[in-house]
């Protein structure tokens, strides 16, 4: 799999041969991590802060650090970096409809 930015999209080669983008703004807003989605307890409530807006550095990626061979988790311009994306989860993020 090959992973890159091309301006203002990420650019996923699969194992498989074929290709995907999806926009960093999408990328973001679907971001997996706690503080962005929430935490469930053992009852299946899910606590999550409030939303607040989004700059925009927090639509420009730093980098992308690899995690294993399953998953990605970009750096944002903004410091946010807790967000760790399976490539399964990606591929939903860039497989839904718009």
Not at 72 to 80: E, F, L, M, R, T
Not at 85 to 97: C, M, N, Q
Request: hydrophobic share 40%; with cysteine.
């Amino acid at each position: 799999m090959d992973i890159q930015q091309i301006g203002t999209e990420l650019a996923v080669k699969w194992d498989d041969g074929t290709e995907s983008f999806v926009s960093l703004e999408n990328l973001r807003r679907h971001c997996p991590c706690a503080g962005c989605k929430g935490e469930m307890d053992v009852m299946g409530n899910v606590y999550k802060m409030p939303d607040k807006p989004l700059s925009p550095l927090a639509f420009q990626l730093r980098q992308i650090a690899r995690v294993g061979s399953y998953a990605i988790q970009p750096v944002w311009a903004d410091g946010h970096a807790s967000g760790i994306f399976s490539f399964d989860y990606l591929r939903k993020i860039i497989d839904r409809p718009a």
